[in-house]
């Protein structure tokens, strides 16, 4: 246990994770089972991550609108292999106005059959595409356990669901949408990934082909951080939904959907964390530098304010809670992974300069008042980039090549992470290498070459190395 | 019918709501009765709503987060007065996972009963009152007849909840409420209402007092617009919290709860429509200005995408739609309400000149090139504060004194509007007056006097004069 009562982070990953949610108050269990409740501190940087996002989504020309909650049952039974998907994992409302309802509701777990079935009302003309349109909203898949934000029956996320023409324009797509996401993470949240083509198995029910974001955890564990699903003209043709082209014919649109969800947030406190607690990277960190006024000297604390003042750029919070010395606020704001911390005390006031602490390396620097706005626009930029660099660096590192099954087996039970290796593509081999290891395929990555290989597990002739690890 | 297809809006405003609400594209009906879709054109209504109030609401120190939509049931039965309120509207899941539930759950309809759960879990000392904590998010009160944005199965709203060691406290918290949605309601969405004190029986269901902003639209109804709720300490009561206060003493907290939701959307529609469609107030509208060069004119284009840039402060579309005459495309966005059209032929070009037409006056200016930038400023400001002149002089001219139940008799069955009348107080008077003229108690007006007045119906000593209206 570290100083902020925390489960060691090194040997004991998950336990670390539940401690710090629950202590740096990011989120907590819900009475309901399987439902969290997202915390202010939680849910400011899902406000972030919206805010990012939403101009990127925006600039695209996709337009924002909301659709019901309420899924009829029979939609889902339109697309076969959508229903089978979703269809273990629905809350169903079944009692409505103190009526039993004749038509049961889904209460959504994604809404392409909700939004789909008005596109076909809405838009009958080639003229009308292509549609983009996204949803911030709620969903729900039904979970027994809570794993706090990386798994729990009610979740928050977007969902931008496109109609093109032509598939081109639907995989240009579907391909912008994946590069939009690796952006928010690396840009915002400090995160490096994987992106690439999930396996048959591994793709979305009822989809044609998923483009997923994979990132490694320190724990080796891959988390599927986000995903971009081709659905060729799958869910046209189940609902019927066709337009007129130009010369008058009828044509299915080609259909994609992309989503992105609070899921996120757990990869983010794995990805940057630490013993002491969160390590918020600063362009997310909803305070960026938290001042510390010494309890019991003087001056500090309108010091303190003069110097918020000058910070006005920058998120910043003053700590002068009575009642509390100064290493108890130390370790507070260790926890919630704060960036900067300024500490001042009446010496600092004689000498004109002030302590900055940096969160991520411990490392103190005195810098003089005059110096002070460059000195934190210099650090804040710095955090950022080597976060991100350590976890890219981590990643890479952690990604070994196996070219027997023999090795992807000693891998898996020894260092874990990714695992590049060769694959027949067969969903037999598939689910034999996960009955052996554990380890499922996690992508295909975008940018993988041609090869001659062999398939790690059966030796049949395969082109491409595949990215396999244990999964969240 | 006009010539956008429209009902007539003096003699038949509810029809006109209907096809205005279809045709300008701002919702439609959902598959599930009584719910409906906010289509794009309506939730950026929406999300300049949430923009504008987001940023009153955390200046004043309020914390986002969010809570779970699902509420097991056995949390709504410890305040008696609150589920007598809510049950008859709930939507019950009572499959999850695909497995009968034991523990069946509510869709929230409001959420004190789950937040106030978890408050009473994290809060324990007076150190960490006052509580101030607010949602954007969906709830869901059942309904059978859908009328789009006024009256749905779900709706978008923002919830507060507030908790306080003082009566004193929490009651100041509940006006604050209440004169930032004024604010919102005027400066953004120029319409006018009144603050006021609903009765007794027309109070938030658990509450202690509740104070609502009601708006009178075109046919003389009344709107209750939002609410801001003083709890008292009835549900700290309820759910047995309470916490130790600086003496070390338990003491109960005084929490208060307050609403805005998309049903303001259905006001802000009628408030300012005409026979030609929507008019939307320049600070809430999505588009500001719409350009339309005129077909087949060479340079009209050019020039156009030229005023776009040079007036990139402002909200601004251009309209080349091929396959459109000028006339439709006037016709399409008057329906939608924009504030100004530009258009720009080539005979403008030759006179560096355009034509300015104001949505809501159909008064058509010219203006020189040069002089674009400043007459937009000056005319968005005038049409934004006309707007709420014409509204608020509406609302005045539409409130009637009565001091006979004949007079008020006379006033229900010929003018409408708002009716201000002594009332003693009584539920059995109040529910007399329904039955005999369908009129309601609206609020008690938060600036009323007190004067020696008889009961409009009773003859009994009264102090105020309420409002009285026909609700939605």
């Not at 549609?131 to 928050?156: A, D, H, P």
């Not at 626009?377 to 080597?386: F, P, Y």
């Amino acid at each position: 246990m570290s100083k902020n009562q925390l489960a060691d982070f090194k040997t004991n990953l998950s336990e670390w994770y539940n401690d710090v949610v629950l202590k740096a108050e990011l989120a907590d269990y819900a009475p309901v089972k399987g439902c969290m409740v997202i915390r202010p501190y939680g849910y400011a940087l899902w406000e972030n991550i919206q805010k990012f996002m939403d101009v990127l989504i925006k600039k695209h020309g996709v337009e924002n609108a909301y659709f019901p909650l309420f899924i009829p049952m029979s939609y889902f039974e339109k697309e076969k292999e959508h229903v089978k998907g979703f269809a273990p994992e629905l809350a169903v409302v079944t009692v409505g106005g103190g009526k039993e309802l004749v038509d049961k509701l889904a209460v959504r777990p994604t809404s392409e059959m909700m939004m789909y079935d008005l596109y076909k009302k809405w838009f009958g003309s080639w003229r009308d595409l292509p549609v983009r349109i996204n949803q911030w909203c709620n969903v729900v898949r039904w979970e027994k356990r809570t794993y706090l934000f990386l798994r729990t029956s009610e979740f928050l996320w977007q969902e931008g669901h496109c109609a093109h023409l032509t598939h081109e324009e639907s995989i240009a797509e579907v391909q912008w949408a994946i590069k939009m996401y690796a952006q928010t993470y690396s840009e915002l949240m400090a995160m490096y990934g994987i992106m690439g083509y999930k396996s048959e198995s591994e793709k979305f029910a009822g989809g044609f082909k998923s483009i997923t974001f994979e990132t490694l955890m320190p724990n080796g564990k891959s988390l599927q951080s986000c995903t971009s699903h081709d659905l060729g003209q799958n869910f046209s043709r189940s609902i019927e939904w066709s337009v007129q082209d130009a010369t008058g014919s009828k044509t299915m649109p080609w259909q994609n959907s992309w989503g992105f969800s609070t899921r996120s947030i757990g990869g983010l406190i794995m990805s940057h964390g630490d013993e002491k607690g969160l390590v918020m990277p600063p362009n997310i960190a909803p305070t960026q530098i938290v001042i510390i006024p010494i309890p019991g000297h003087n001056t500090a604390l309108s010091k303190a304010t003069e110097i918020q003042n000058n910070l006005n750029n920058y998120r910043v919070k003053i700590d002068d809670k009575a009642g509390e010395t100064a290493g108890a606020k130390f370790n507070k704001w260790e926890l919630k992974g704060i960036p900067l911390r300024i500490e001042i005390g009446d010496r600092d006031m004689t000498s004109g300069t002030v302590i900055i602490c940096r969160r991520d390396t411990s490392e103190k620097i005195t810098v003089k008042f005059e110096d002070l706005s460059k000195t934190i626009d210099k650090l804040l930029k710095d955090i950022q980039q080597k976060l991100f660099d350590k976890h890219k660096k981590f990643t890479i590192d952690n990604t070994f090549k196996a070219d027997s099954y023999d090795e992807f087996k000693k891998i898996m039970e020894t260092s874990r992470g990714f695992i590049s290796a060769f694959w027949c593509e067969e969903s037999e081999c598939e689910a034999q290498i996960k009955t052996d290891t554990k380890a499922t395929t996690r992508c295909l990555p975008l940018d993988a070459i041609e090869e001659n290989g062999k398939c790690v597990r059966c030796g049949k002739k395969s082109s491409h190395r595949w990215l396999f690890g244990l999964s969240y």
